[in-house]
């Protein structure tokens, strides 16, 4: 394997496929990178067995090719020997079966690789018919759910998203049974087949990284792995096995109050409240509603109290005191001035929306102080 391509072009097709490389691999072989060289063009692939991803270059876009061939490049180095290289055009030259040479016209290194015959056949299969969405769309319904994700892998499926399709209905779902963040869209075309999945957060968020327009999404979904497939890429993942909790009992339908306010008010006087706390398990601030005034509260023996007042718009007899985490990266999916808090006593969900869309659904779980 022998040829030639700008530095640009390989770059950004390894700082896509590098996302799949693993510190915790088992299997040697998928440590490196597999580059495939061929009349069509460079294929990238990089896999940790859950997560798979390939970016193909077409030979349109390499400026040379002198022999064709297959190697396994070790990760370890390759992304940072590429960056570095002083030259906008890169050479690369199998030598000795198991070397490569890396070459500009004034630097080169020899690497050692990995034998192309130990890496395994991962099949990327796809759909005939895929479901179709944009990729800022996507990009939005990752970023709008995914902060609720549970860390703990004590309960392995709130690792990650619940993605569900209903005849046109499409719905990302994401708890941690401390929050949860549910955003609903229509597809363009409505699917024969329900859909239940549950995607690894991790995961879901490395292709996050990868959508950067509104160029469309492939989506073919099997019973093990789902795969995205967009522009030159294919980004495939397993799933989580097993039925994601129903959640739909969690979300309130009727509510005693409803208060809107400004959004960059309520969370900068969170923030605040929340410097008296740091370092505290739960970050827990109060909340309270009286004679259509919100004031806000936090208190550490060791570092003192806050106390701030904000303006409402709600009913002249709301009354409520209520105490939450004020981790509330809810808000940061939420793009509108204003939003919408649905309450109803000390102990049920508070609802955060939007005003405009009612798509978006960001609910916190009230914590007891007592």
């Known amino acids: 394997m022998k040829f030639t391509i700008d530095k640009n072009i390989i770059l950004e097709n390894l700082n896509h496929v590098i996302k799949a490389i693993s510190t915790k691999n088992v299997i040697p072989v998928l440590n490196g990178i597999k580059f495939e060289l061929t009349s069509e063009g460079l294929s990238l692939t990089a896999s940790d067995s859950d997560l798979t991803i390939n ?7 390499i400026k040379n090719v002198e022999s064709e061939g297959t190697i396994v490049i070790q990760s370890k180095f390759i992304l940072d020997i590429i960056r570095k290289l002083p030259s906008d055009i890169i050479n ?18 020899h690497l050692n690789c990995l034998d192309a015959n130990d890496y395994p056949n991962l099949r990327m299969d796809e759909h005939k018919d895929p479901i179709l969405l944009k990729g800022e769309i996507l990009k939005s319904l990752i970023n709008q759910t995914v902060f609720a994700i549970s860390t703990q892998e004590l309960r ?20 941690d049974s401390y929050r949860l963040a549910k955003k609903t869209i229509e597809l363009s075309h409505p699917i024969d087949t329900d859909i239940n999945i549950v995607i690894p957060g991790k995961n879901i968020l490395e292709l996050e990284k990868i959508l950067t327009d509104d160029e469309m999404v492939e989506m073919h979904i099997f019973n093990n792995k789902v ?8 980004f495939q993942t397993n799933l989580l096995s097993g039925q994601y909790p129903n959640t739909s009992n969690l979300i309130p339908s009727e509510f005693g109050m409803e208060v809107k306010l400004n959004k960059d008010d309520f969370g900068s006087s969170v923030d605040r409240a929340a410097l008296l706390i ?24 060791e570092s003192g109290k806050l106390e ?3 303006q409402i718009d709600t009913d002249e007899g709301a009354m409520i005191d209520i105490s939450f985490s004020a981790k509330l990266e809810a808000l940061k999916t939420i793009k509108d001035d204003k939003i919408v808090l649905l309450l109803t006593n000390d102990i049920k ?22």
């Open 55 to 61: 970016s193909f270059i077409p030979q349109k876009e």
């Open 278 to 301: 740091q370092g505290k398990d739960k970050n827990i601030i109060r909340m309270s509603i009286a004679k259509q005034e919100m004031t806000i509260t936090s208190y550490a023996s």
């Open 92 to 109: 690369f030259e199998v030598i000795d079966r198991l070397k490569i040479r890396i070459y500009t016209d004034f630097a080169q290194y």
């Open 156 to 175: 392995p499926l709130l690792t990650g998203v619940n993605v569900t399709i209903a005849g046109n209905l499409l719905v990302f779902i994401a708890t």
């Open 227 to 234: 795969l995205f497939k967009y522009k030159n890429i294919k």
């Open 308 to 310: 701030e007042k904000l």
């Open 349 to 370: 969900p508070i609802i955060v929306k939007s005003v405009e869309d009612e798509s978006l659904i960001q609910l916190i779980l009230p914590i007891k102080t007592f």
